[in-house]
């Protein structure tokens, strides 16, 4: 299935939460195409348990499991312009690690115009989006979770601890001053909590929604992180905490996001100057992700 096709199916899905019920009609005319292609999309999707049709239509199934889908319909605007933002701090030649949330999803498809990037996932549907010739992708295998599209489980843990040297970009289902990052899922809550622990610098995506509502599972501390990014300025209280903490945040409603990020991040910046500059084949070579394999190797040089 094409990226197109599956984007467009999404699309159809998200309406049909928001709403209860789509016509086919509508959804034509919104998504600027024709009726039989609608019809045709419905029938995949009720063939797969999505949804239920209807005369004309389609509706919510009470059967499925909508943990995903469900939640990437929520705050779609405040997660695109989170997204944006994410995109200008990643620069030609990274690499990085995504996680199998619903902001990163977003944001893996403003990530296809990057050169040699490598992007380590354990999401399917963030690996199919971030489909593209200068994104190389490294998805995590492990338990295959339906309802998630998501790998998870010992064997994904076990891959991950071989990855070093990347910037970990992590979401939250909630966070608090006094726990941290929290997740409902206890697998993903694991994984994420590793991917940070293994990376060079881990930089939290969260919506406002995200902010003193903290979930079950523990991630992480916020002295894991360097930066956050969120759609809009947090509370006077929560900017107050982030100083404190020495963590950079930010958001969409600033004058020029580029320009305060070279400020908060200047050091940053200049020590990897040369990663945002066309590379060679051997730069490319060399720079490419580590391993514990890569860390056993000496330079001939060093003792």
């Known amino acids: 299935m094409t990226s197109t ?24 005319e919104r998504l600027d195409v024709s009726e039989a292609t609608i019809r045709r999309d419905l029938h995949e999707l009720a063939a797969e348990g999505l949804l239920e049709l209807t005369h004309g239509g389609a509706t919510v199934t009470r059967i499925s499991d909508y943990s995903f889908l469900s939640k990437s319909t929520r705050n779609i605007e405040a997660k695109k312009a989170i997204a944006e933002i994410a ?68 064997i994904a843990i076990e891959t991950l601890e071989h990855f070093r040297g990347y910037r970990a970009f992590l979401g939250a289902d909630g966070i608090s001053m006094d726990v941290g ?16 622990k293994n990376a060079k610098e881990s930089i939290l995506l969260v919506d406002s929604s995200k902010f003193d509502n903290p979930k079950l599972y523990k991630i992480v501390d916020f002295e894991t992180l360097s930066l956050v990014i969120t759609e809009k300025q947090p509370p006077a209280e929560w900017m107050s905490f982030f100083d404190a903490c020495q963590i950079d945040v ?18 940053h910046q200049n020590a990897k100057m040369s990663d945002c ?4 084949g051997t730069e490319e070579r060399s720079d490419r992700i580590q391993t514990d394999s890569d860390q056993s190797i000496q330079d001939p040089g060093q003792g």
């Open 181 to 196: 990052l929290t997740s409902v899922d206890i697998e993903s809550a694991h994984v994420n909590k590793l991917a940070a």
């Open 5 to 28: 096709i599956q984007q467009r199916r999404d699309e159809i899905l998200s309406q049909v939460y928001q709403s209860g019920h789509v016509s086919v009609r509508q959804v034509a």
């Open 250 to 267: 930010l958001y969409s409603k600033e004058s020029s996001v580029k320009k305060k990020l070279t400020h908060i991040h200047k050091d």
């Open 277 to 280: 500059q066309p590379r060679t």
């Open 87 to 154: 995109a200008d701090i990643i620069c030609d030649g990274d690499q990085i690690f995504l996680d199998s949330g619903t902001t990163c999803f977003v944001t893996a498809p403003v990530l296809r115009g990057k050169k040699q990037l490598s992007v380590i996932v354990n999401s399917v549907r963030t690996a199919q989006e971030l489909h593209a010739p200068g994104v190389e992708v490294l998805l995590l295998g492990g338990q295959f979770r339906q309802d998630r599209m998501d790998t998870a489980g010992p």
